[in-house]
């Protein structure tokens, strides 16, 4: 049964709480980072194997995400909003991202200062999130790269939505789509390939979603166990992408669990988990070198604390208010997205 079209300045709470689970699965995968092979406590989760073996699968979740909510948001009849113009878009992206970014790139930066490949020429290009141009790249954050391949995405949107119009901007979706699965495939550049395939398909499930929702929730539940079933290897996530996340994204406004305020929290500082996670999974692997002692299940725990606690601090202290001021330094701040109520 179809549901009932949702109002576009609506937000969906649902792929917060989602979006917040994503994350926190990308940090149990990059776990590893920390116990450098001690035995993983997350392996004996229900469903800590698959998130050891592909959570790194998780970050094409986010490129769907990041697609479904930019169309929601920014879409309009199959055009950009008219309060929006390329100038307005890129600032907005820039007060979204950045902050948080450049406190957690400086921390990193100083943390790993005496290793051979933090130079003055890597550490610029990790600080301007140029990792999808450079793709040997030594990475201080590795996450980051994704975001750098979110960039491209939000340029081609933000382009095709104000010149495309609503006939052709369907077909082009299509065309960076498929081009982004030549991309993986051919091996020629598959993160930038992945971010193509991902956030394109995720605006082509927006814009069809009234039709899409007539599919029968037993055969969406049975798209979105293919991740479990496929293997870990990179062409599998061309099946999840077109297939499988799409499918999730279609239940979770079914799912009330997601709804549920844990999940609204950790959705809402998803970013900051996912900038975040890594550095300090680093900083924690030298701390076990000085105390080898500490009990694996215990140092997990509070490694996993930590990440959240921090990333609630720059969330409040970083990531929000230096979003407001940002955008406050624009003459008219009505017309910039009101990130808070769209997802984004």
Same mark, same amino acid.
């Given at each position: 049964?179809?549901? &009932?079209? /949702? ?22 995968? #990059? ?6 092979? !001690? ?31 930019? !169309? #929601?948001?920014?879409?309009? %009849?199959? /055009?950009?909003? $008219?309060?929006?113009?390329? +100038?307005?878009?890129?600032?907005? %992206?820039? +007060? ?53 391949? &979110?960039?491209?995405?939000?340029? @081609? ?9 609503? /006939?052709?901007?369907?077909? !082009? ?5 498929? *081009?982004? +699965? ?58 999840? *992408?077109?297939?499988?996340?799409? !499918? ?23 970013? +900051? ?8 999974? @680093? ?22 604390? *930590? ?7 720059? #969330? %409040?202290?970083? $990531? ?9 330094? *624009?003459?008219? %701040?009505?017309?910039?997205?009101? &990130? ?5």
């Amino acid at each position: 049964m179809a549901s &009932e079209p /949702r109002a576009k300045t609506q937000r969906i709470p649902e792929l917060d709480g989602l979006r917040g689970l994503a994350a926190l699965g990308v940090a149990l995968f #990059h776990l590893r980072i920390f116990l450098a092979g !001690a035995p993983n406590p997350v392996a004996s989760l229900p469903g800590g194997e698959w998130i050891l073996l592909k959570g790194w699968h998780l970050v094409d979740l986010f490129f769907v995400l990041s697609g479904f909510i930019f !169309a #929601h948001c920014y879409l309009r %009849r199959g /055009r950009m909003r $008219e309060d929006v113009d390329l +100038a307005k878009f890129a600032w907005a %992206r820039i +007060a979204r991202l950045v902050p948080v970014h450049v406190v957690i790139i400086c921390f990193t930066g100083f943390m790993l200062r005496y290793a051979p490949s933090t130079t003055w020429a890597n550490f610029s290009l990790s600080l301007f999130m140029l990792h999808a141009f450079v793709p040997k790249l030594e990475l201080l954050n590795p996450p980051v790269w994704s975001i750098s391949v &979110e960039l491209i995405c939000y340029a @081609l949107f933000a382009i095709l939505a104000i010149t495309a119009g609503p /006939r052709r901007l369907p077909l !082009a979706c299509t065309f960076l789509a498929f *081009t982004g +699965a030549f991309l993986i495939l051919s091996e020629m550049s598959p993160y930038i390939g992945r971010g193509l395939l991902g956030f394109f398909v995720g605006c082509l499930v927006q814009q069809h979603e009234e039709k899409l929702s007539y599919i029968p929730w037993g055969i969406l539940s049975l798209a979105a166990l293919f991740p479990f079933i496929l293997g870990s290897a990179l062409h599998w996530v061309i099946v999840e *992408t077109l297939v499988s996340w799409p !499918a999730i994204l279609l239940l979770a406004p079914k799912i009330r669990q997601l709804r549920g305020a844990p999940l609204q929290w950790l959705g809402s500082r998803s970013y +900051a988990i996912y900038l975040v996670h890594v550095p300090l999974f @680093l900083f924690f692997g030298y701390l076990a070198l000085d105390f080898p002692v500490v009990p694996t299940n215990f140092a997990v725990i509070i490694c996993l604390a *930590t990440v959240l606690l921090v990333a609630d601090i720059l #969330h %409040r202290n970083v $990531e929000i208010p230096m979003q407001h001021k940002l955008i406050n330094w *624009t003459a008219n %701040r009505k017309q910039f997205p009101r &990130e808070k109520r769209s997802n984004g």
